[in-house]
């Protein structure tokens, strides 16, 4: 049962490790030694590997880090500031997507009225009935 479950969930799971080690692999090149931060390592990409990996069990945070350690880890306001800037620049992105929304709302009430417009001045589509006027 449980080979037959892992058998199933095997191509989402193999695509998560490899997305997880190609993660492993950008970070690493983007790594300063000064920030004294430590890097994950990248997972087996074989189950059975996997399975019995010690790197799983692993908390990073346990041992303490040598040296500075960064405001970011250390600080709530300036996680807290990080936290803001992300949202502001999440609100400004939601501004973006609602004008040009606006704008094809606009543009598509514009082609609606012209059309009932061209319409109304074709004698062809004047009605024979009389509108009332109020």
Known sequence: MVITAI????????SAIRKFNA???QLAALHDPAWSIPLPTPLPTKLNDLRNHQVLMEDIWISPAIGKIPRWVED???RDGIHAMLKQDQCLEEQRRLSVEADNLCRWYG???ASVELVLRIP???CPIPVCRI
């Open 76 to 78: 709530q306001d300036v």
């Open 7 to 14: 058998a199933k969930r095997q191509p989402a799971l193999m």
């Open 124 to 126: 062809e589509s004047k």
């Open 111 to 113: 082609n609606e009225l």
């Open 23 to 25: 993660y492993c692999e």
